[in-house]
């Protein structure tokens, strides 16, 4: 996903909404509770096929798209306020590199843990063994 958002942000992909003129159309969904639903849906539909795509992993899918939704309102807000979008990209560069750093760091420290709690079963049950 890191690499994917840095690829999209170094080529200037249009869907990240990096133009001057990105605020009016978020005015549009900001003032329609229909585009808002469908914002949400479209959404929910990207985790649910994250999570196909990581085996089944829904907790892991729904932290990469909050990370995402993150940058992306990150982007959102900026442009909004009328940055320029030289700045914009800069910024979510770095917001970018933050956030998929901490995400490395928990997901290896969750794989440390499932190790420790796997390796602590399997003493308990070599215990057992022996007591019985």
Do not use: C, K, N
């Not at 909050?66 to 309102?73: I, N």
């Not at 990209?89 to 928990?106: C, G, I, K, P």
């Amino acid at each position: 996903m890191r690499r994917l958002f840095l690829e999209e942000l170094d080529r200037g992909e249009p869907t990240l909404g990096l133009s001057p003129d990105v605020a009016a159309f978020w005015q549009i969904v900001d003032d329609s509770p229909a585009l808002q639903a469908r914002a949400r849906l479209l959404s929910q539909r990207a985790e649910e096929a994250l999570a196909e795509v990581l085996g089944g992993a829904t907790w892991r899918a729904a932290v990469l798209a909050a990370v995402d939704r993150a940058l992306h309102a990150f982007i959102r807000d900026r442009m909004r306020a009328g940055d320029d979008p030289a700045a914009v990209r800069a910024a979510v560069r770095a917001e970018a590199e933050t956030a998929y750093a901490v995400l490395d760091q928990a997901v290896l420290d969750q794989a440390v843990l499932d190790q420790a709690v796997l390796d602590q079963a399997v003493l308990d049950q070599a215990v057992l063994d022996q007591a019985v």
